[in-house]
T-cell receptor, first 112, second 114 residues
Framework: DADVTQTPRNRITKTGKRIMLECSQTKGHDRMYWYRQDPGLGLQLIYYSFDVKDINKGEISDGYSVSRQAQAKFSLSLESAIPNQTALYFC???????????FGPGTRLTVT | AQSVTQLGSHVSVSEGALVLLRCNYSSSVPPYLFWYVQYPNQGLQLLLKYTSAATLVKGINGFEAEFKKSETSFHLTKPSAHMSDAAEYFCAVSDYKGTYKYIFGTGTRLKVLA
């Protein structure tokens, strides 16, 4: 079984809709991250969390919110989706000591 | 502030030829440096990392990278390309304490020609 899972893997939604992307991990890591990937731009950090009570904004947090429901779960929400939020979204985890991040398979989101 | 520059958004090599993917970084503190690979429709997988130990770092699948402080570079190499190496490669920099946030480069797509 995969250590970091993301649901859904693909989603098409309409402008103005609320959508939630979910991430779960079985690695036992405290740190979790949400990134978006756009062609030619690499990965940009949206939010990160070092534990359930510690949530921080990344480089591009506007239009997004997150919830850390448990150590193993970190959800990303788009309150009112817009077309320029069409992208590939990745969740990642880290244990903080090695500074290595482990990525989920990604969610491809299309906003029409 | 930290930043990463990957020179060449697309690189093509023949099968069996040397692979060289370039990464230059900027950091005001000693950095951690990483190379990740992304195969089509998959997440990112760690190839190798530099954490201030040996300057020549060996990773998976025959890849290695050399940290050169004087050139602020961390180029990725592989002596002989395989068709299976075709993927997108990302260089990332992180600070060694505090937030450990990654700053990613824009990626280099490697194409291997038969």
């Amino acid at each position: 079984d995969a250590d970091v899972t993301q649901t859904p893997r693909n989603r098409i939604t309409k402008t103005g809709k609320r959508i939630m992307l979910e991430c779960s991990q079985t690695k036992g890591h405290d740190r979790m991250y949400w990134y978006r990937q756009d062609p030619g731009l690499g990965l940009q950090l949206i939010y990160y969390s070092f534990d359930v009570k510690d949530i921080n904004k990344g480089e591009i947090s506007d239009g997004y919110s997150v919830s850390r429901q448990a150590q193993a779960k970190f959800s990303l929400s788009l309150e009112s989706a817009i077309p320029n939020q069409t992208a590939l979204y990745f969740c990642a985890t880290s244990d903080g000591s090695s500074n290595e991040q482990y990525f989920g398979p990604g969610t491809r989101l299309t906003v029409t | 502030a930290q930043s990463v520059t990957q020179l060449g958004s697309h690189v093509s090599v023949s099968e069996g030829a040397l692979v060289l993917l370039r990464c230059n970084y900027s950091s005001s503190v000693p950095p951690y440096l990483f190379w990740y690979v992304q195969y089509p429709n998959q997440g990112l997988q760690l190839l190798l990392k530099y954490t201030s130990a040996a300057t020549l770092v060996k990773g998976i699948n025959g890849f290695e990278a050399e940290f050169k402080k004087s050139e602020t570079s961390f180029h990725l190499t592989k002596p002989s390309a395989h068709m299976s190496d075709a993927a997108e490669y990302f260089c990332a920099v992180s600070d060694y304490k505090g937030t450990y946030k990654y700053i990613f480069g824009t990626g280099t797509r490697l194409k291997v020609l038969a």
